[in-house]
């Protein structure tokens, strides 16, 4: 047997995420306690954030035949944990005050982490379709967490039947590309592509079905459908682990397939994902204007936010890799920042998620209004918030592969855009003040509060100094 | 070899029709056993004998039971053969019959015309897959372990009989 | 090196104002307003120390790279230069003396926070401006002062003719920034940086002398300099700038803003050095617009008006030396000319606020002896504004101007002649202003005795416009040139022609004569026989009127620009371009109700979009092959 | 000839998916919809083994182990979740399920 070959260095953060779902499953089954679980996978996400920054630098090696540990996979996975950890900080006062049972929420989260972080690092449709899977069943019972809520088993089972039936066309396209390239390895496909000429109908067609398993996990148009409804039946904490975690490993992934497989040379490919790019850019800001709920609004902006980041990704290169990570540091930071707003208002029965919830606000919480504010200025790009640096990131690395059309519609996108975000900031500040129905729980909700405040800082930071940053993702990706 | 391939894929798409047109769910299930059981033949046929095995195991044993199960708990009786067959009208799969056959009409031309040629039914036995699955792939089953892991938590969580909503100084001297 | 700080400090006071500044005691605003400034100049004074003491050429520092992404790498750093340094110099401690002033001019305002903390935010922006290694910050700095002047002179916005001031000043020097917008995009595209000194370096070998580009460059650098600093033919908003409050006028006229425009030719000089024709319209706009705005100086009676048109004079002095290449010079009258007139506007300020706001000369009078410090502090400004020979800082740095536009290479007797009129006219206009404000009887009652917060910046002031001028002498007075010297690693000497050497002791006697002479016409006009200028006046009324006007240039922009304006705008009530975005909210709203249709909650839909999308998919892929 | 062809493999495979797809589509109930998902990803797995019998590699039958588990999984943790929604809504029908929209 030739199992000694693998390095446990090599995977040590991998393993770390699987030994802390076990301890928190046999912790379980000794006592439930929501404080110990809590405490155990923050500072298990910790330890893997410290062991990343510590360890895993900017060295490349490959674990055969399924993983690939480089800089890149390592910056997204140190991101992928942090968001993790924020979310899971938020999480504990949302689940707290809720008659659930709320510990295995836990296991789960640690487990859809590793999922993500497998897809990450993943260089092989083996590792991808686990990677992928992991993350996704975890997802449907965290969905549909809250039991007490008809939405929640709602949207829980529409995630389910449409992810699996995604996965379905995820795996049949693999299969096709394997029957006609012969290896499962991105590498082995790469080398078969670069000795045939062209590309054989049937690795198109599986290209094709592969792209709506992937464009499903990213919720681009006409794969988003499901998109609205799981933001808003899930909680407020899952539905930013969904918006965040889950599409940022597959966006990697997305990445790190076509760059290696070189599948910008072929134009059907390219034109593909123009297409979807441009058709979520429009149609996600589109279905965003006249809405009235928070959670839907931002789960239509995610739409939008995913066409933005093809952008960048048809751009290619270097410069469309670093846009990528940076407008992921972003958009990561922005949506747990307003997800978290949404969890923190949240009452006992359901989210708050209508608008009206948010009448007047800033004139009742004015901290949290100002953190959801400067959280809705970033997701609609204004200038000194991570947003706008991420955004000209994109716009900057189309432009530098003169991606016209794409650049031209991202710029339209993002004026819709605007209007909505503003139109939410618009409610808080209304004067005459809504109905206090949401009661935040004194106590319980500092951590939250804490949280919040540290990723706004964050955010508006990387606005007004993302040379740091940039610096960082430039060092990694080297 | 190919005779024999041609007849279990006939009897398995039949089946298969046959299953997604039932109305009785248990009557569709035997179906679909039926069209795991063709399946398997194919597998083996193909040359995959261990796979042929695990189908009939694992998909018409062990999930397709799991099913019967769920029905059985959920106690569907005949008013639910009646609401399929409401729900099973000409206005609702002409449509999505339609749009299926134009991908599966792609599919077909592009099968067959795209490539994907050589033939099937050199056989891998057992011992070469265990050896690749506990060989390269080792990291791979440790990873379908933590699959199953969180499939079985979710189910469990979400599968608990619903406690009665009582309230939260009460619940403590229930339990 | 905290270079940074200087103009981060009194960004950062304004900021506290701004924020807290309803909440801060008068007192706490006052020393946040003028101390973060007071500060910023003795930083100025220490870096200056070491910038000398090093004799370093220049300082860099790079305080903030907002990104670096894809060859965009926009950065907030500086580059201090002995150019840079005189300017920094004026601005922090001119900049400090007027604070201290303001203190108490405007204590019994309402919007005192409000004040400072736009002068604050004024003297930030001025020093970015300066001190800005790239045209993209320098432009910031320049957007700034526009914002901040407008935001100054309609301080007091409750009267809607400050409005209207604060209007015009901003529209109308928006005129110029466009054309140096313009130009700044020329030289991106040209050089594919905006950093100054990199442009400097390579516009000489990029372009021939007389090249096109660099003229049409240098014309819209020009335009934006011409906006800013109030020459022809953008010159008509500054008299009303008048509007606000004294401080900001002498802020306006001495430290910042006007002086912005001259800056930006001398720091652009390489680009005009190689557009001779460019330098010489710089000349011509100067020695015309010197001429013009002394003839109307001759005629207002407001008091700060006067002041007004002759900064537009002195400007006009400083482009004309700009224009023949005599670009110490130039910075050395800045130099001399923001002591003297920001005395001048602070002491008429105390003036007309110890005569309850009363602007018009001809009602003042006698407070020779009610307010002797003013009184001999003004008499020193005026001194210098006229250039009285020997004693005065005026005399020297306007004296070598006159000089160099004969003398000079690029020099020459018309604009020599032009500028021995204006110093003419000068001199008259200054000493009228003296006499009909200190001299004769008193017509209006003295109410505010100014305190030591106005007399201890005015006597500041008094003594650096008289020693500042002795660190540059000419030729003839023993030949002392430390400020042209210290200038020169950034601004090349001027060579002076071959032959007038030995008449320069001549030309200085000829200047002094013309000035010294029109104090002595004012002397006759003003004291001894009153009514003379009545007669002069009433004989010659269309002139005068004429003159008083601005010759004309308000109501000649008014029929030619703003009526048809006006006219265009009635007819495009509904303005056409609005259509394009009614459309496109339009589009929006229309494509929500059909998406928003397809959001249905229906599982199976959701399914069979995602079945259309794979036909799609495949379909495209099978018309593309 | 007696040898099966690559194609024939791979058809029999796309038309067990499109037999599963359709099943997704017109049924209304949900454990049907479940089952026909489970139709097409054991089609996909088929459509693996023929691939990995193309190239003789074990590789293909290990993607279909791996597929078996997820599926089993999968329909572990949807089993469950039908049985809350009819505790919940009383109803298998896939398009009660419908109370977000918009």
């Given at each position: 047997?030739?199992?000694?070959?693998?390095?446990?260095?090599?995977?040590?953060?991998?393993?770390?995420l699987?030994?802390?779902?076990?301890?928190?499953?046999?912790?379980?089954?000794?006592?439930?306690n929501?404080?110990?679980?809590?405490?155990?996978?923050?500072?298990?996400?910790?330890?893997?954030?410290?062991?990343?920054?510590?360890?895993?630098?900017?060295?490349?090696?490959?674990?055969?035949?399924?993983?690939?540990i480089?800089?890149?996979?390592?910056?997204?996975?140190?991101l992928?944990?942090m968001?993790?950890?924020?979310?899971?900080?938020?999480?504990?006062?949302?689940?707290?005050?809720?008659?659930?049972?709320?510990?295995?929420?836990?296991?789960?989260?640690?487990?859809a982490?590793?999922?993500?972080?497998?897809l990450?690092?993943?260089k092989?449709?083996?590792?991808?379709?686990l990677?992928?899977?992991?993350?996704?069943?975890?997802?449907?019972?965290?969905?549909?967490?809250?039991?007490?809520?008809?939405?929640?088993?709602?949207?829980?089972?529409?995630?389910?039947?449409?992810?699996?039936?995604?996965?379905?066309?995820?795996?049949?396209?693999?299969?096709?590309?394997?029957?006609?390239?012969?290896?499962?390895?991105?590498?082995?496909?790469?080398?078969?592509?670069?000795?045939?000429?062209?590309?054989?109908?049937?690795?198109?067609?599986?290209?094709?079905?592969?792209?709506?398993?992937?464009?499903?996990?990213?919720?681009?148009?006409?794969?988003?459908?499901?998109?609205?409804?799981?933001?808003?039946?899930?909680?407020?904490?899952?539905?930013?682990?969904?918006?965040?975690?889950?599409?940022?490993?597959?966006?990697?992934?997305?990445?790190?397939?076509?760059?290696?497989?070189?599948?910008?040379?072929?134009?059907?490919?390219?034109?593909?994902?123009?297409i979807?790019?441009?058709?979520?850019?429009?149609?996600?800001?589109?279905?965003?204007i006249?809405?009235?709920?928070?959670?839907?609004?931002?789960?239509?902006?995610?739409?939008?936010?995913?066409?933005?980041?093809?952008?960048?990704?048809?751009?290619?290169?270097?410069?469309?890799?670093?846009?990528?990570?940076?407008?992921?540091?972003?958009?990561?930071?922005t949506?747990i920042?307003?997800?978290?707003?949404?969890?923190?208002?949240?009452?006992?029965?359901?989210?708050?998620?209508?608008?009206?919830d948010y009448?007047?606000?800033?004139w009742?919480?004015?901290?949290i209004?100002?953190?959801?504010?400067?959280?809705?200025?970033?997701?609609?790009?204004?200038?000194?918030?991570?947003?706008?640096?991420?955004?000209?990131?994109?716009?900057?690395?189309?432009?530098?592969?003169?991606?016209?059309?794409?650049?031209?519609?991202?710029?339209?996108?993002?004026?819709?855009?605007?209007?909505?975000?503003?139109?939410?900031?618009?409610?808080?500040?209304?004067?005459?003040?809504?109905?206090?129905?949401?009661?935040?729980?004194?106590?319980?909700?500092?951590?939250?509060?804490?949280?919040?405040f540290?990723?706004?800082?964050?955010?508006?930071?990387?606005?007004?100094?993302?040379?740091?940053?940039?610096e960082?993702?430039?060092?990694?990706?080297? | 070899?190919?005779?024999?391939?041609?007849?279990?894929?006939?009897?398995?798409?039949i089946?298969?029709?046959?299953?997604?047109?039932?109305?009785?769910?248990?009557?569709?299930?035997?179906?679909?056993?039926?069209?795991?059981?063709?399946?398997?033949?194919v597998?083996?046929?193909?040359?995959?004998?261990?796979?042929?095995?695990?189908?009939?195991?694992?998909?018409?044993?062990?999930?397709?039971?799991?099913?019967?199960?769920?029905?059985?708990?959920?106690?569907?009786?005949?008013?639910?053969?009646?609401?399929e067959?409401?729900?099973?009208?000409?206005?609702?799969?002409?449509?999505?019959?339609?749009?299926?056959?134009?991908?599966?009409?792609?599919?077909?031309?592009?099968?067959?015309?795209?490539?994907?040629?050589?033939?099937?039914?050199?056989?891998?036995?057992?011992?070469?897959?265990?050896?690749?699955?506990?060989?390269?792939?080792?990291?791979?089953?440790?990873?379908?372990?933590?699959?199953?892991?969180?499939?079985?938590?979710?189910?469990?969580?979400?599968?608990?009989?619903?406690?009665?909503?009582?309230?939260r100084?009460?619940?403590?001297?229930?339990? | 090196?905290?270079?940074?700080?200087?103009?981060?400090?009194?960004?950062?006071?304004?900021?506290?104002?701004?924020?807290?500044?309803?909440?801060?005691?008068?007192?706490?605003?006052?020393?946040?307003?003028?101390?973060?400034?007071?500060?910023?100049?003795?930083?100025?004074?220490?870096?200056?120390?070491?910038?000398?003491?090093?004799?370093?050429?220049?300082?860099?520092?790079?305080?903030?790279?907002w990104m670096?992404?894809?060859?965009?790498?926009?950065?907030?750093?500086?580059?201090?230069?002995?150019l840079?340094?005189?300017?920094?110099?004026?601005?922090?401690?001119v900049?400090?003396?007027?604070?201290?002033?303001?203190?108490?001019?405007?204590?019994?305002?309402?919007?005192?926070?409000?004040?400072?903390?736009?002068l604050?935010?004024?003297?930030?922006?001025?020093?970015?401006?300066?001190?800005?290694?790239?045209?993209?910050?320098?432009?910031?700095?320049?957007?700034?002062?526009?914002?901040?002047?407008?935001?100054?002179?309609?301080?007091?916005?409750?009267?809607?003719?400050?409005?209207?001031?604060?209007?015009?000043?901003?529209?109308?020097?928006r005129?110029?920034?466009?054309a140096?917008?313009?130009?700044?995009?020329?030289?991106?595209?040209?050089?594919?940086?905006?950093?100054?000194?990199?442009?400097?370096?390579?516009?000489?070998?990029?372009?021939?002398v007389?090249?096109?580009?660099?003229?049409?460059?240098?014309?819209?650098?020009?335009?934006?300099?011409?906006?800013?600093?109030?020459?022809?033919?953008?010159?008509?908003?500054?008299?009303?700038?008048?509007?606000?409050?004294?401080?900001?006028?002498?802020?306006?006229?001495?430290?910042t803003?006007?002086?912005?425009?001259?800056?930006?030719i001398?720091?652009?000089?390489?680009?005009?050095?190689?557009?001779?024709?460019?330098?010489?319209?710089?000349?011509?706009?100067?020695?015309?617009?010197?001429?013009?705005?002394?003839?109307?100086?001759?005629?207002?009676?407001?008091?700060?008006?006067?002041?007004?048109?002759?900064?537009?004079?002195?400007?006009?002095?400083?482009?004309?030396?700009l224009?023949?290449?005599?670009?110490?010079?130039?910075?050395?009258?800045?130099?001399?000319?923001?002591?003297?007139?920001?005395?001048?506007?602070?002491?008429?300020?105390?003036?007309?606020m110890?005569?309850?706001?009363?602007?018009?000369?001809?009602?003042?009078?006698?407070?020779?002896?009610?307010?002797?410090?003013?009184?001999?502090?003004?008499?020193?400004?005026?001194?210098?504004?006229?250039?009285?020979?020997?004693?005065?800082?005026?005399?020297?740095?306007?004296?070598?101007?006159?000089?160099?536009?004969?003398?000079?290479?690029?020099?020459?007797i018309?604009?020599?002649?032009?500028?021995?009129?204006?110093?003419?006219?000068t001199?008259?206009?200054?000493?009228?202003?003296?006499?009909?404000?200190?001299?004769?009887?008193?017509?209006?009652?003295?109410?505010?005795?100014?305190?030591?917060?106005?007399?201890?910046?005015?006597?500041?002031?008094?003594?650096?416009?008289?020693?500042?001028?002795?660190?540059?002498?000419?030729?003839?007075?023993?030949?002392?040139?430390?400020?042209?010297?210290?200038?020169?690693?950034?601004?090349?000497?001027?060579?002076?022609?071959?032959?007038f050497?030995?008449?320069?002791?001549?030309?200085q006697?000829?200047?002094?004569?013309?000035?010294?002479?029109?104090?002595?016409?004012?002397?006759?006009?003003?004291?001894?026989?009153?009514?003379?200028?009545?007669?002069?006046?009433?004989?010659?009324?269309?002139?005068?009127?004429?003159?008083?006007?601005?010759?004309?240039?308000?109501?000649?922009?008014?029929?030619?620009?703003?009526?048809?304006?006006?006219?265009?705008?009635?007819?495009?009530?509904?303005?056409?371009?609005?259509?394009?975005?009614?459309?496109?909210v339009?589009?929006?709203?229309?494509?929500?109700?059909?998406?928003?249709?397809?959001?249905?909650?229906?599982?199976r839909?959701?399914?069979?979009?995602?079945?259309?999308?794979?036909?799609?998919?495949?379909?495209?892929?099978?018309?593309?092959? | 000839?007696?040898?099966?062809?690559?194609?024939?493999?791979?058809?029999?495979?796309?038309?067990?998916?499109?037999?599963?797809?359709?099943?997704?589509?017109?049924?209304?109930?949900?454990?049907?919809?479940?089952?026909?998902?489970?139709?097409?990803?054991?089609?996909?797995?088929?459509?693996?083994?023929?691939?990995?019998?193309?190239?003789?590699?074990?590789?293909?039958?290990?993607?279909?182990?791996?597929?078996?588990?997820?599926?089993?999984?999968?329909?572990?943790?949807?089993?469950?979740?039908?049985?809350?929604?009819?505790?919940?809504?009383?109803?298998l029908?896939?398009?009660?399920?419908?109370?977000?929209?918009?």
């Amino acid at each position: 047997m030739e199992v000694s070959k693998i390095n446990i260095i090599d995977v040590l953060p991998g393993i770390f995420l699987v030994t802390a779902s076990l301890i928190a499953m046999l912790s379980i089954a000794i006592k439930r306690n929501h404080k110990l679980i809590f405490g155990l996978t923050t500072i298990s996400l910790l330890g893997v954030f410290v062991y990343l920054l510590v360890y895993a630098s900017n060295h490349r090696f490959t674990v055969e035949p399924l993983f690939i540990i480089d800089g890149f996979g390592t910056f997204i996975t140190g991101l992928i944990v942090m968001s993790t950890l924020a979310i899971s900080l938020l999480s504990y006062a949302y689940f707290e005050q809720r008659e659930e049972r709320k510990e295995e929420y836990y296991i789960l989260l640690l487990l859809a982490t590793l999922g993500s972080a497998i897809l990450v690092i993943s260089k092989h449709f083996i590792s991808l379709f686990l990677g992928l899977e992991i993350l996704s069943i975890s997802l449907y019972s965290m969905v549909a967490y809250l039991r007490k809520r008809p939405r929640s088993d709602e949207a829980g089972i529409k995630y389910l039947i449409l992810a699996a039936f995604s996965s379905a066309f995820l795996l049949f396209g693999m299969a096709l590309v394997y029957s006609v390239s012969g290896s499962m390895n991105f590498s082995g496909i790469a080398d078969y592509l670069s000795s045939a000429n062209s590309l054989p109908l049937t690795m198109q067609a599986g290209f094709g079905l592969m792209i709506i398993g992937i464009g499903f996990k990213l919720g681009v148009v006409p794969f988003h459908m499901w998109t609205p409804d799981v933001y808003e039946g899930a909680p407020a904490p899952v539905t930013a682990f969904i918006a965040t975690v889950s599409k940022g490993g597959m966006v990697v992934l997305l990445v790190r397939f076509f760059t290696q497989i070189d599948g910008f040379r072929f134009p059907v490919i390219v034109l593909s994902f123009t297409i979807i790019a441009i058709a979520s850019m429009l149609i996600g800001n589109f279905l965003a204007i006249r809405q009235n709920n928070v959670k839907r609004i931002l789960a239509y902006s995610s739409i939008a936010h995913m066409g933005y980041v093809l952008v960048a990704f048809l751009a290619g290169g270097r410069l469309g890799v670093e846009a990528v990570s940076f407008y992921l540091v972003a958009y990561f930071l922005t949506n747990i920042g307003a997800f978290g707003v949404v969890s923190i208002l949240s009452d006992h029965d359901r989210d708050a998620e209508k608008i009206e919830d948010y009448q007047g606000l800033f004139w009742r919480h004015p901290k949290i209004a100002t953190v959801f504010t400067a959280m809705l200025l970033s997701l609609a790009g204004i200038p000194l918030t991570a947003g706008f640096v991420g955004k000209f990131y994109l716009v900057a690395s189309g432009v530098n592969t003169q991606l016209w059309l794409l650049v031209f519609v991202l710029a339209i996108g993002s004026v819709i855009g605007l209007f909505y975000y503003i139109k939410i900031i618009a409610t808080m500040f209304d004067k005459s003040v809504g109905t206090e129905t949401l009661a935040l729980r004194p106590r319980l909700y500092l951590i939250n509060l804490i949280t919040l405040f540290v990723l706004s800082i964050l955010m508006m930071f990387y606005g007004i100094y993302p040379q740091g940053l940039i610096e960082r993702i430039q060092d990694f990706l080297k | 070899m190919q005779l024999t391939f041609y007849i279990a894929g006939a009897v398995a798409i039949i089946s298969t029709i046959m299953v997604i047109t039932r109305f009785n769910v248990i009557h569709a299930l035997l179906y679909l056993v039926v069209s795991f059981m063709a399946l398997a033949v194919v597998f083996f046929i193909l040359g995959a004998p261990f796979a042929a095995a695990l189908e009939i195991i694992i998909y018409a044993g062990a999930i397709v039971v799991l099913i019967i199960f769920v029905i059985m708990m959920l106690n569907l009786k005949e008013e639910a053969v009646d609401q399929e067959k409401k729900w099973l009208t000409p206005d609702v799969y002409v449509g999505p019959a339609i749009l299926t056959i134009i991908l599966l009409s792609e599919l077909i031309y592009i099968i067959s015309l795209g490539g994907a040629s050589g033939v099937v039914g050199q056989v891998v036995d057992v011992k070469d897959v265990g050896k690749s699955l506990y060989g390269p792939y080792i990291l791979g089953v440790e990873l379908s372990g933590m699959l199953l892991m969180a499939g079985i938590v979710g189910a469990y969580h979400l599968g608990r009989k619903k406690k009665k909503v009582v309230h939260r100084f009460l619940e403590k001297i229930e339990e | 090196m905290k270079l940074w700080l200087i103009p981060a400090l009194p960004l950062i006071g304004s900021f506290i104002l701004i924020v807290a500044g309803s909440r801060l005691s008068k007192r706490m605003v006052a020393i946040v307003g003028s101390g973060s400034v007071g500060l910023s100049a003795l930083i100025t004074l220490f870096t200056g120390y070491k910038f000398i003491s090093t004799s370093a050429t220049s300082f860099h520092y790079q305080a903030w790279q907002w990104m670096d992404v894809a060859g965009f790498s926009p950065a907030v750093s500086f580059h201090l230069d002995a150019l840079s340094l005189v300017f920094i110099f004026v601005i922090t401690f001119v900049g400090f003396l007027i604070h201290v002033y303001s203190t108490e001019f405007m204590a019994d305002d309402d919007g005192y926070a409000r004040f400072f903390a736009y002068l604050n935010l004024f003297v930030c922006s001025m020093l970015t401006l300066v001190l800005a290694d790239n045209f993209a910050l320098l432009y910031l700095g320049w957007e700034g002062v526009g914002l901040c002047s407008y935001l100054l002179i309609g301080f007091w916005y409750t009267e809607e003719k400050n409005g209207y001031a604060a209007r015009k000043a901003f529209i109308v020097t928006r005129v110029g920034d466009t054309a140096l917008a313009i130009g700044l995009f020329m030289l991106f595209q040209n050089f594919h940086t905006l950093n100054i000194q990199q442009i400097a370096a390579q516009a000489p070998q990029q372009w021939a002398v007389g090249s096109e580009t660099a003229m049409v460059i240098s014309l819209l650098l020009l335009g934006g300099a011409v906006g800013k600093s109030a020459q022809l033919p953008l010159q008509t908003w500054l008299p009303d700038a008048m509007a606000g409050p004294s401080p900001v006028s002498a802020l306006i006229h001495a430290a910042t803003m006007v002086t912005a425009g001259v800056y930006l030719i001398a720091r652009t000089h390489a680009i005009f050095e190689l557009a001779p024709d460019a330098l010489m319209i710089v000349g011509i706009i100067g020695a015309a617009t010197l001429v013009l705005a002394g003839f109307t100086a001759l005629t207002q009676f407001d008091l700060k008006r006067v002041l007004a048109y002759s900064t537009i004079s002195q400007i006009g002095y400083m482009f004309l030396a700009l224009g023949v290449s005599a670009w110490s010079a130039a910075i050395f009258h800045f130099m001399i000319h923001a002591f003297f007139k920001a005395l001048l506007f602070l002491a008429a300020g105390a003036v007309i606020m110890a005569l309850h706001h009363e602007h018009d000369m001809y009602k003042m009078g006698g407070l020779k002896k009610k307010l002797p410090i003013i009184y001999w502090t003004f008499l020193i400004g005026a001194s210098s504004l006229a250039a009285l020979p020997l004693v005065t800082g005026g005399f020297y740095s306007k004296d070598q101007i006159l000089w160099l536009s004969l003398a000079g290479e690029h020099g020459n007797i018309w604009f020599f002649l032009f500028a021995l009129l204006g110093a003419f006219i000068t001199s008259i206009y200054t000493f009228r202003m003296l006499f009909l404000t200190f001299f004769g009887n008193e017509k209006t009652h003295v109410g505010h005795i100014p305190g030591n917060g106005i007399t201890i910046p005015l006597l500041i002031l008094a003594g650096l416009s008289t020693i500042g001028g002795f660190i540059e002498l000419p030729h003839s007075f023993g030949h002392f040139t430390v400020f042209s010297n210290f200038l020169n690693p950034v601004l090349p000497s001027v060579s002076v022609q071959e032959g007038f050497e030995s008449i320069e002791w001549m030309i200085q006697l000829i200047a002094a004569g013309v000035a010294l002479s029109g104090v002595y016409v004012a002397y006759i006009f003003y004291i001894v026989k009153p009514g003379l200028s009545e007669e002069l006046k009433t004989s010659a009324a269309d002139l005068h009127k004429f003159w008083f006007n601005g010759w004309g240039f308000d109501s000649l922009y008014d029929k030619l620009f703003v009526k048809p304006f006006v006219f265009i705008s009635d007819i495009n009530k509904k303005d056409i371009v609005d259509l394009f975005y009614d459309g496109l909210v339009w589009i929006s709203n229309f494509f929500n109700r059909i998406f928003s249709y397809t959001q249905s909650g229906i599982l199976r839909w959701y399914i069979m979009g995602i079945v259309i999308g794979g036909i799609l998919l495949l379909t495209l892929g099978l018309i593309k092959n | 000839m007696n040898e099966i062809q690559v194609t024939s493999g791979l058809l029999l495979a796309a038309a067990l998916f499109m037999l599963g797809l359709i099943g997704v589509l017109i049924r209304r109930n949900i454990i049907f919809m479940l089952v026909c998902v489970e139709i097409m990803l054991n089609s996909a797995g088929l459509a693996f083994i023929v691939a990995g019998s193309k190239w003789t590699q074990p590789d293909g039958q290990v993607m279909f182990i791996f597929i078996l588990t997820m599926a089993a999984a999968e329909v572990s943790v949807g089993l469950a979740l039908i049985l809350q929604i009819h505790h919940q809504l009383k109803t298998l029908d896939g398009d009660a399920a419908n109370s977000m929209r918009g």
